[in-house]
């Protein structure tokens, strides 16, 4: 089946994904630093550029920009020509795409710790830099459906809608939210206000979780989980459901962020009942995805790829159970604006994204060097109890500390007044946040084996090595 | 072509795609964004003096709202705590929202009168000066970068154009009033202004 490099263009999927690991390194490392400012404040250094609140915005950033996107756009022009049987649509657009891409997220870079913020979440980034997502995006949304334009089997490829998806919302909701009017080149207003601005600006963040962190990891796995457990998809219609589910459903969610706050109630409630009917789909997906998995039950036991493609697979379960609970009222009551949230957030970015990104790294990039064999197994079997042990830290750590403040804000005497002051409930969080800190830390440590296990694979002179075997 | 479905036709699978998730638009976002003159009707909201503006946007550029929410929810222990409820009418003015998402410090929507322009001083200068335990990042550079003002007239043009009713008497001496100011102080006027516009409005 090794069809050679001459067939495909893989160098710059080979860039993306070197690309991808560096800022999942980079935006996890400020991850782990923000957890630690959160419990030793001196980390702050009295520094304008380092301190909490604009180093939070570089984290999210750095590994929503940084490395999910990366990832994605390799993996997606690697898959849309391996399934499609065809070269990249324009090869010098796909140089374009990466270079673009990285000048995005090196102003992000620069200009983040320089305070220049629109304070939208996850689209924190001043309107030149906008403007410049936007044409980058475009020349990959050109590159990706010019592909499958010319592509040579008659069928697009599961992985292809999801991509597909992935592309088209991205440029519908980033488009739409971040309208504004600038005041010079590095300061702009929203053109929406309030409560107006808030369901645009949630309509957006909810989305961009829904569409860059699972659809497209989704089109990423239903390639990879097939090719890993060399069994084809358990259930293609069960795949139809979950893509149009997904689409049909998840744009409509986004009010379930601002449940009690002053937007009109039916607009909550819209959002409440589509999380609730987002669960179906969503395990409907993991079903697919883990059955997949499953029938190949040899391999499954001893393949730690396969395990950890496996684990992606429960996290994504339970981040799909805890998000619909967490929109019913009576829970937003609780855990909203808490450590909750970021708990929540967590396990499904760890969890689900994390782990289904180690496990493509682990398996994609040994093969794109033309490599069959990972240098070490201890290692990653090492790598697999580290990421394990991280995230069950982080997600206990930050429900203990989520649920209880979130009781403790609310909580009331006999006569109406409140038990607690707002600087209880910080103080007993603190060790909670401790956790969390080391959690993060061990997550963080897996991911340098990683790198180091890879490494050492890559640069191992056994083996075929004629550069990028595209065998994958 | 359309007796294809989208496993076989990228363009099909563009436009149903687009079709299918631009429901939402129509529904949830439209006719809330074509409702702002109801939306102000009902409004107390006053717009920042100049200088509360350029507090505001130190505000934003130093992070606050990513652990400051500036929104109360409807629920009595909530109230009790933050002050008055957020109606949907009060934002008007907030280009962009600053409700925010984590309240890993408390919410500031009504802070305004709860503390004197001192206290705010030290705080900001080294927040465990006033709480201990306090993790908030102190923000001694805000007493030493002064302010130009060169920026405000054009800042407050745009947010005119947007809907704030600057008049050009304002804009024209909103320069003096803000050069020359540290952040720090423009910062505490702006703090200091948080919730005074609906403090008659206590009704509950
Ligand atoms: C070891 C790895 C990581 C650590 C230690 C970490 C730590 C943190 C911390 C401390 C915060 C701020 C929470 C707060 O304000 O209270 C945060 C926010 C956030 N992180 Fe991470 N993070 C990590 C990995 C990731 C990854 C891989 C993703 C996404 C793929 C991610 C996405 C986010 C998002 C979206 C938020 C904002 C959450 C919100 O506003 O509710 N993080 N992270
Ligand atoms: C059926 C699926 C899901 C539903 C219904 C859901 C629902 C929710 C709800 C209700 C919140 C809390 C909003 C609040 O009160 O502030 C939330 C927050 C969040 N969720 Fe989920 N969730 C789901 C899956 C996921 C997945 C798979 C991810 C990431 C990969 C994710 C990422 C986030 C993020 C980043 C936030 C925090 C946003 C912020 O406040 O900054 N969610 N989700």
């Known amino acids: 089946m090794s069809s050679g490099m001459d067939k495909y263009d893989i160098k710059v999927v080979k860039y993306f994904i070197i690309a991808a690991v560096a800022w999942s390194i980079a935006g996890m490392l400020i991850g782990v630093m923000l957890a630690a400012q959160l419990y030793w404040p001196v980390l702050n250094f009295d520094s304008e550029y380092i301190q909490f609140g604009r180093l939070r915005p570089l984290h999210t950033s750095g590994v929503i920009f940084g490395f999910v996107v990366n990832m994605l756009m390799g993996t997606s022009l690697y898959i849309v020509q391996r399934t499609g049987q065809t070269r990249l649509f324009n090869k010098s657009l796909s140089w374009m795409v990466f270079w673009g891409w990285q000048l995005v997220l090196l102003l992000a870079l620069i200009t983040l710790p320089l305070g220049y913020t629109s304070t939208k979440e996850y689209a924190e980034l001043e309107w030149p830099i906008d403007l410049l997502i936007g044409l980058v995006w475009v020349l990959y949304a ?196 808490t450590e909750w949230i970021i708990g929540h957030v967590h396990s499904a970015a760890l969890g689900w994204v994390g782990m289904s990104a180690i496990a493509m790294f682990y398996y994609f990039i040994p093969r794109l060097w033309g490599k069959e064999q990972l240098w070490s197994n201890k290692l990653i079997k090492l790598h697999f109890w580290l990421a394990h042990i991280g995230i069950a830290l982080y997600a206990i750590a930050l429900w203990v500390a989520g649920i209880g403040e979130g009781y403790m804000w609310l909580a009331q005497q006999e006569n109406g007044s409140l038990v607690y002051s707002f600087v209880e409930a910080m103080d007993f969080k603190a060790p909670w946040l401790f956790v969390r800190f080391f959690g993060g830390a061990c997550f963080v440590f897996g991911l340098l084996i990683m790198v180091f296990n890879l490494y050492k694979t890559v640069s191992m002179n056994s083996s075929v090595s004629k550069e990028g075997s595209a065998d994958a | 072509m359309l007796s294809k479905d989208f496993t076989q036709s990228v363009f099909i699978l563009i436009i149903s795609t687009i079709v299918v998730a631009s429901f939402s638009i129509l529904v949830l976002i439209v006719p809330n964004l074509v409702r702002t003159d109801e939306i102000i009707a009902t409004s107390l909201a006053k717009p920042l003096t100049p200088l509360e503006l350029a507090g505001r946007d130190v505000y934003i550029s130093e992070g606050c709202h990513v652990c400051h929410t500036q929104m109360v929810r409807g629920i009595e222990p909530e109230v009790k705590r933050n002050g008055r409820a957020n109606k949907e009418g009060d934002d008007i003015y907030e280009f962009p929202n600053l409700w925010g998402s984590k309240r890993t410090g408390p919410d500031l929507t009504n802070i305004g009168r709860k503390y004197s322009e001192q206290w705010q001083r030290i705080h900001l200068m080294n927040p465990r000066k006033v709480v201990p335990t306090s993790i908030m990042p102190a923000y001694p550079w805000l007493f030493t970068q002064v302010l130009s003002g060169d920026d405000i007239e054009s800042k407050m043009r745009v947010l005119r154009k947007l809907g704030v009713p600057y008049t050009e008497n304002e804009i024209d001496k909103a320069r003096l009033q803000v050069k020359g100011v540290t952040k720090g102080e423009a910062l505490i006027q702006y703090l200091q202004s948080l919730g005074n516009d609906t403090a008659s409005d206590q009704e509950h």
């Open chain 1, 142 to 337: 050109i590159l990706f459906f010019g592909t499958i334009a010319k592509r040579k089997v008659h069928h697009i490829f599961v992985s292809n809608w999801f991509y597909g998806a992935f592309i088209i919302v991205v440029t519908l909701i980033f488009v739409i939210n971040n309208l504004a009017m600038p005041v010079s080149l590095t300061k702009s207003y929203s053109v929406f206000s309030g409560a107006q601005d808030a369901i645009v600006q949630w309509w957006w963040g909810h989305n961009a979780v829904g569409f860059l962190l699972t659809a497209g990891v989704i089109g990423m796995n239903y390639y990879f989980i097939p090719k890993v457990s060399e069994r084809p998809i358990y259930s293609y219609r069960l795949s139809v459901i979950h893509f149009w589910g997904l689409v049909g459903f998840y744009t409509w969610a986004g009010t379930h962020h601002l449940v009690y706050s002053s937007v009109p109630v039916w607009v909550q409630n819209i959002g409440i009942v589509m999380s609730l009917i987002l669960w179906l789909p969503s395990w409907a997906g993991a079903f697919n995805s883990a059955m997949t998995l499953l029938q190949n039950k040899e391999k499954l036991k001893t393949d730690y790829i396969m395990l950890f493609f496996m684990s992606a697979i429960l996290y994504y379960c339970l981040a799909t159970l805890e998000g619909p609970l967490l929109a019913i009222r009576w829970f937003n009551m609780i855990a909203h604006n």
